[in-house]
């Protein structure tokens, strides 16, 4: 079993720390968590050309951490990005976050349906709440057509990210031919949409978010942990059965106002009626 707390450096290796008590705190939680999720079973309902397909994606785009779907990776690893533990801290190493987000929808726990939930924008929804205001509208609506929208997104997340303003879109963001906007013009634009969030905005504070956000995804997890019911984690969503998901989004809304004093809002992003699975 692998070391359950790691701290990842600038090259995404291990990297030594001092255990303390919510190092040990935050272990335990874990191997709870992890105990409940292998003693289910997560699988994908696909026929054997499914398979294969997927298994294929998967071996030719490098942006896969793995270069196979291994159903037997079902343990959590939870990594940090310092040794103060106050940067990232999400939940990885699931056979579940290596897979095309389509095929998600396949996803079965011991051979029952599930659905998937998730946290509308909720770094939007974190940085409102640390300056006391709520997010009234959708944070990435900036008045441009809607299948620009994942562009703006990207957009935010990289400059809540980025310590210093960033003059031209940062590597890693596909910047498509778009003749209405430039780069500068859709800074700007966020800017002044966000402009109660000026002061967070350029200052690197992105892994921050993420420890919080990650702070949450415990709490949610260790609920149904205690309970014994598997619920599986893709950073801000979860993945259970059918028949968890008003429990799941009670949980999920609870623990979130619980932690930033506002009602997180949570989307269902799919829910299959029925999978016939062909049984041995």
């Not at 929804?125 to 620009?148: F, N, W």
């Amino acid at each position: 079993i692998p070391e359950l707390i790691r701290i990842h450096g600038c090259e995404k290796k291990p990297v030594d720390y001092v255990d303390t008590f919510q190092t040990r705190v935050w272990r335990e939680n874990l191997a709870r968590i992890n105990e409940c999720i292998v003693r289910e079973w997560s699988d994908l309902d696909l026929s054997d050309s499914e398979w294969m397909a997927l298994q294929e994606s998967i071996r030719s785009d490098p942006k896969y951490d793995y270069r196979t779907v291994d159903l037997s990776r079902q343990r959590l690893v939870r990594i940090f990005n310092s040794k103060q533990f106050d940067q990232g801290g999400r939940f990885y190493w699931g056979w579940w976050q290596n897979i095309p987000s389509k095929y998600r929808s396949r996803i079965t726990i011991n051979g029952q349906p599930t659905v998937e939930l998730d946290y509308k924008q909720i770094h939007p929804t974190i940085l409102y709440s640390m300056v006391g205001k709520p997010l009234h509208s959708d944070a990435y609506d900036i008045g441009l057509r809607p299948e620009l929208r994942d562009l703006v997104k990207q957009a935010f997340n990289a400059m809540v990210h980025s310590k210093q303003t960033l003059k031209r879109p940062p590597r890693g963001l596909s910047w498509p031919e778009v003749k209405c906007i430039t780069w500068r013009e859709l800074v700007e634009r966020i800017l002044a949409k966000h402009s109660a969030l000026e002061s967070m905005f350029f200052r690197g504070i992105g892994l921050k978010l993420q420890f919080q956000d990650s702070c949450v995804a415990e709490q949610v997890m260790l609920h149904f942990a205690r309970r014994g019911i598997a619920i599986l984690p893709v950073h801000d969503s979860f993945i259970c059965q059918q028949q968890h998901r008003e429990e799941l989004e009670a949980v999920m809304v609870k623990s979130f106002e619980e932690q930033f004093g506002v009602r997180a809002r949570v989307r269902l992003e799919w829910q299959i009626k029925k999978v016939a699975l062909a049984m041995c």
